[in-house]
């Protein structure tokens, strides 16, 4: 079963892809979200939750007291789940069927940005969407990548500080924020 571990939905259920998707355990996502209160960044954050899935780290930010989230995903039954789960808990979510890459051509700028892609997908893919996800963030975002332990972390493209890593069984969760560059 996957709910909402804080916040205003604090206890929902939410329901979840019958297969395809792989979503965040609660004990993970604990850890994700005990991070980012740390670092006062989810109150009003816009956020993009990149395969979605359920929608778990978006709602659960939502719950949390992010402004907003945009919850991408390329499956047509995931995103009738994500429909059904936005809709149940009334979140300012918006739901956008498409591919992560494709989505990124599209203008947007986001301060939370969870990318929890599937596990095969090739490393040219997470490339592609990694040097992307630059032209989208704004100047305090944070980037958490979720990934199996053994894969390693993802690409670290040109725009990003140091990956911070921090491992929770087979899953590993990697953290990054914009490079600042001095004038």
């Given amino acids: 079963m996957t709910r909402i571990i804080a916040g205003s939905y604090r206890g929902r259920r939410l329901a979840v892809p019958d297969r395809g998707t792989r979503p965040t355990s609660d004990r993970v996502r604990e850890a994700i979200f005990s991070r980012l209160a740390s670092?006062?960044?989810?109150?009003?954050?816009?956020?993009?939750d990149l395969y979605a899935g359920s929608g778990a780290l978006g709602l659960e930010?939502?719950?949390?007291?992010?402004?907003?989230?945009?919850?991408?995903?390329?499956?047509?039954?995931?995103?009738?789940?994500?429909?059904?789960?936005?809709?149940?808990?009334a979140a300012p979510a918006r739901i956008h069927r498409d591919d992560a890459a494709r989505f990124l051509a599209r203008p947007g700028t986001w301060d939370i940005v969870f990318a929890d892609p599937p596990y095969d997908l090739s490393m040219r893919s997470l490339e592609e969407v990694?040097?992307?996800?630059?032209?989208?963030?704004?100047?305090?975002?944070?980037?958490?990548?979720?990934?199996?332990?053994?894969?390693?972390?993802?690409?670290?493209?040109?725009?990003?500080?140091?990956?911070e890593g921090k491992e929770y069984g087979e899953t590993a969760v990697w953290y990054s924020q914009p490079r600042v560059l001095s004038d």
Avoid: F, I, M
Wanted: proline share 5%; charged share 25%; hydrophobic share 45%.
């Fill in 39 to 48: 670092w006062g960044v989810l109150q009003d954050a816009r956020v993009l």
């Fill in 130 to 163: 990694t040097s992307a996800l630059g032209d989208h963030l704004s100047d305090d975002a944070v980037v958490v990548w979720e990934r199996a332990r053994r894969d390693g972390p993802p690409p670290q493209p040109s725009w990003a500080e140091e990956w």
């Fill in 61 to 89: 930010a939502c719950s949390r007291g992010a402004a907003s989230a945009d919850l991408v995903e390329v499956s047509a039954a995931a995103c009738r789940v994500l429909r059904t789960n936005v809709d149940t808990l």
